[in-house]
């Protein structure tokens, strides 16, 4: 650091007072304006806000007297509009007064047009109906002038105190600027008003109205969800940032939010003003010195250290003689001087002695420096002057080289080479430079090669050898690796490119060749993105950004023009100093041919899949319809020919019926799974009570087949849905049974740690190994080409296999034809759960012995008859109805409300049974239990039946299953 510059620094230094002073009086006083401007905000905002609270409780007070009056105007609309005309007029900031009954339809106004509008969904009438008392209103335009107004509603009371409907004043939302051209704001001021949803009512002062009715910005929507008042610093709507006081939304107070905010510039434009005038001052100040220091330097202080350079520049240079010579300063850099001529004087003598010691001895120190050579010195007839001890060990095996010719020293294929260049050497007084080799030992049978050097040094040459066997090596094992690298390259099947990291192609092989038609000496030198458009990574090509051996697929260019699909595999490697790239391109042409004709197969194998479970879904609800009529007819028909000879007859079509049944019940459940509707309810399953329970259901058909059924008890609990987990060994003991002709079935479990596997074992025929997977398909079923009912549809284990994907078991199957079949489903153990209660639904009846009424809705007549035939059987009270307007009707007629509604899925003219039940709750005002029956198995109405909130059962149902649900039902 120079003199000048540490004056300097001193300088500025001194000023590090005054600045710090100068610094803290500025921030006070921006901190003092800023309190001022706050302050100034808070007092504008309780201004607003006084006029504000005198605004809302004046709207207040009319809405009070216009409630006492309501009873007597609601009697003659007419009048009533008339009156309320009458008073809006007397109310200038209003632009409408409306009383409205308690359906929200509007039974006067003071515009007589809004007579009979129902406003029942606006927000500030539907509180007002709810028991809000006086409630402020959201922002709204109003339908007849598209003015902006603020709505405000009471609820009003008849004449015995009971709610008879809510009266509403419309405020015109441009109050508060008729209110601030009477009381301006401030020049730098600004005012938002909004409502409790921060919808904009307006900006003041302000012209452009666009802004009012759209939300505000975010940093204004937080100040309105504040819990208390405050000021913060934020942008205002005109981005400029402002010191804004702010009263956010209170329900319970306000209603609305106030903030007025101060231009913050323009608050602290005067403390601003006066700490810039103090900078500037202090700067001058601070000038002023620095150029009175650089003067007092450059005069007393550079000039005399200048001379004091320059005679030490010369005495470097060689000039010893060269004194500083003033002997009359007596300054510190005189001193400085003096001190320095004494010191030259002596340090000339001592230099004028060492060089005389030295100078014998300055050829031999400089020819044995390099000791880690071997080092001979020659005269001109080339013997041996000198030869350190490596040189000795190299040329002479130890002994002494002093006086000995060189030439005779080396070997005969060397020795000619040597005597040419060592007389050019001494002629020409140049070095020379070249290899030589040595003689071999047991280690290196072919000689370590030497790199010898010959510097002329007047009449004599110094002779310098250096081992290089390792270079040699190290430069045969690079070529060695260089050739491997071009065989690798030159042999490879794939495109191999080095790129530099500007994209510049260094190598390019025969395989880069046949993929993009370029020949190596045009590809050499281009840029890679000729070949690779989009280039080797997405961004330019980066060290930093490069992910090393990353394949993905890029698009490549031939020279003829076309794109070719490739596979690119990417590394980065660096030689020290530059960066590379080494690019592994793969030809996927054929590739990307499979992969396409697999997506066409796969997408036609979903549309198949998909038409399939439309056909299925069809077909199931266009038999469910007839079906569920013969189940019902049937029911009703058992209980009035009990005991006749035509029982027989009924029971066997009711046999058929279960079948068909059984049918139905199977496409459904492939319906609901597919739809993804069924979600398993997880909880702790005992295992023998569902084996037993099964056992003692299967055990008469095992009977009737001439099989055994055995059960091996268990103590065992699983992790599992009870439904799905009894549906799936159903489905197996099924599918045992049919299928085998002689010999049992066993039904059991085989432990295994943490799991255990429920076993369904037969003694069946077997299933051949190349069928096993098909078996679990939708209607496949071996050894049944007559398609006997007897055997099922197909659909048992289909159903098995996805259940249990649902649940998250495993289904496996172990069989040899001739030997039988085990299926085994594994489920997680559970620790046994404690024992619950249950009760038994009472049916038909209420609790105090009177006849419960259910309401069923079908638009089917036929299933109409035969569902009111079977309840009125079972002891409940019926009303039919067709649609939910016919049931309704029916309802007030009878001046009940009913216990349990069953309504079809699908009713007339579009219409759904949800939507019929929530008209009758809605009607009754009551949550009644109800149940939707559908026929639908497309698993786009499972979705939608599931989502409607209400309990479902699937068409066809049997009779003891309806008659249980609808017990339950109406014992709730």
Known sequence: MSILTRLVLLVLLASLPAIGILAHNSLAAVEAGERQAEAEARRLLTLIQDEQQRVVEGMRGVLVTVAELAPRLAIDPQQCSSTLNRLRGRLPRVKGIALTDLDGSVRCASDSRLNGLMVAALPHIRMALYGQGFVVGDYAVRRLDGRPVLPFAAPYTDGAGRMAGVVSIALDAGWLREYLAEKPLPANAMLVLADRNGTLLGRFPGSDDQRVGMPLPEPLMALLRAPSDGVAEVAGLDGEPRILAYAPVDQKVRELFLAVGLDRAEALRPVTAAAERSAFLLALAAALSLAAAWIGARLFVLRPVARLKRVVERWSAGDRAARIGRPGDRSEIGALGRAFDAMAQELQARELARDAAHAAEHRMAATLAASTDAVVELDHEGRVTFANDKAARLF???GDLMGHVFVALLPPGVAESFTARFRDALDRGEPEEFEIRLAGDEKRAGGDWYALRLFATGDRLAVYAQDVTRRKEDERAIRR????????????ADAILLVDANGTVHTYNRGAERIFGHRPADAVGMDVRRLIPGGLISEPLSPDRLADGVAREVEGRRRDGLTVPLELSLSAWSDGGDRFFTAILRDITERKRTESALRRAKDQAERANRAKSR??????????QPVQSLFFLTSALGEQIQGTPGHGTLTTMQQALEALKRLLDGLLDISKLDAGVVEPVTTTVAIQPLFERLAAEYAPEAARRGLTLRVVPTALHARSDPMLLERIIRNLLDNALRYTGRGGVVLGVRRSRRRFH?????????????????????????????????????????????LCALLGHSVALRSRPGSGSTFLVTVPVAEPPRPAVTTVPAVGRTEGGGCRLVLIIDDEVIILMGLRAMLEGWGYEVIAATAGDEAIRLLD?????PDVILADYRLRHGKTGP?????????????????????????ERIVEAQRSGFAILHKPVSSHHLKQVVAEAGSR
């Open 396 to 398: 002479g095996g130890g």
């Open 893 to 897: 007629e009878a001046g009940r409300r």
């Open 615 to 624: 056909f299925l879904a069809a077909a199931s609800h266009d038999l469910r």
């Open 481 to 492: 690796a260089v050739e491997r690298h071009r065989s690798l390259l030159e042999t490879a």
């Open 915 to 939: 939507e019929a039940l929530r008209a009758i709750h809605a009607h009754c005002r009551a949550a009644i239990p109800s149940i939707i029956l559908t026929g639908d198995t497309a698993p």
């Open 758 to 802: 429920i076993a369904v074992c037969d003694s069946g025929a077997g299933i051949p190994p190349d069928r096993q997977e098909d078996i679990f398909e939708e209607f496949t079923q071996l050894g049944n080409p007559e398609r006997d009912r007897e055997k099922g549809l197909g659909l048992g284990l289909a159903i098995v296999r996805r």
